[in-house]
């Protein structure tokens, strides 16, 4: 399976505090994508990561791509009650024409 | 900011009959797509949709689904005689380019009884 997968599977935190969730694929990729979702909701992109990219930061998220070790991770700063959601990544495989392949995701629950 | 929309957001329907589900993607996207997710798993791929025609499916796209652009703006994904496993949630979603940022609906709950 090209399945990308997260772990921690569920992470609970206080307000305020930092969440990491990471990921973990298996062969060469374009790009790789983080994204989130609400109970019930469709998913909502937050950032994407291309492969030649190391590091990247948008507002309170920090997304970095190791291709040697083929993983990833997601830094939420300062979590806030209103990031309790799911998060999923999804990779983007260099090979043919695989569609964005999504992991099983992160149950994250901040708690206020 | 332009969204995807998906109708109608619940559809409950009875073993064996055809369902549409319905999507209006953003309208310069190119690339379009069926995700569905069983609840509380994975979100698994079924289709994309490309130049007006489809472009991947996956194993579970089978002789069952089918996905059609009728008039250039809604997006439709079909399933012609539902099983009780079809029941999940299906996610339309767009991208301009091949697996760049995409664009998700709020998705239609399927319930097959």
């Known amino acids: 399976s090209q399945q990308g997968e997260e772990d921690p599977q569920a992470l609970s935190i206080q307000e305020g505090e930092n969440a990491t969730m990471n990921c973990s694929y298996k062969?060469?990729?374009?790009?790789l994508q983080w994204y989130r979702q609400n109970s019930g909701r469709g998913l909502v992109h937050l950032i994407l990561?291309?492969?030649?990219?190391r590091e990247k930061h948008s507002g309170r998220l920090r997304v970095t791509l190791d291709t040697s070790k083929k993983s990833s991770s997601l830094l939420i700063t300062a979590s806030r009650a209103a990031d309790t959601a799911s998060y999923f990544c999804?990779?983007?495989?260099?090979?043919?024409?695989?569609?964005?392949?999504f992991g099983k995701g992160t149950r994250l629950s901040v708690i206020a | 900011e332009p969204e995807v929309t998906q109708t109608p957001s619940h559809q409950v329907t009875q073993m064996g009959q055809e369902v549409i589900l319905r999507c209006v993607p953003i309208?310069?996207?190119?690339?379009f797509y069926w995700y569905r997710q069983i609840l509380g798993q994975k979100v698994e791929f079924l289709v994309s949709?490309?130049?007006?025609?489809?472009?991947?499916k996956s194993e579970i796209f089978d002789d069952q689904f089918s996905v059609e652009r009728p008039d250039g703006s809604n997006f439709t994904l079909k399933i012609r005689s539902t099983k009780l496993e079809d029941s999940a949630m299906y996610f339309c979603?767009?991208?301009?380019?091949?697996?760049?940022?995409?664009?998700f609906g709020q998705g239609t709950r399927l319930t097959v009884v």
């Open positions: 949709f490309y130049n007006n025609e489809i472009s991947e």
């Open positions: 990561i291309r492969s030649n990219e």
């Open positions: 979603a767009s991208s301009d380019y091949w697996n760049t940022e995409a664009f």
């Open positions: 999804a990779t983007a495989y260099a090979s043919g024409n695989t569609p964005l392949v």
């Open positions: 309208s310069n996207h190119l690339y």
């Open positions: 062969t060469s990729i374009n790009n």
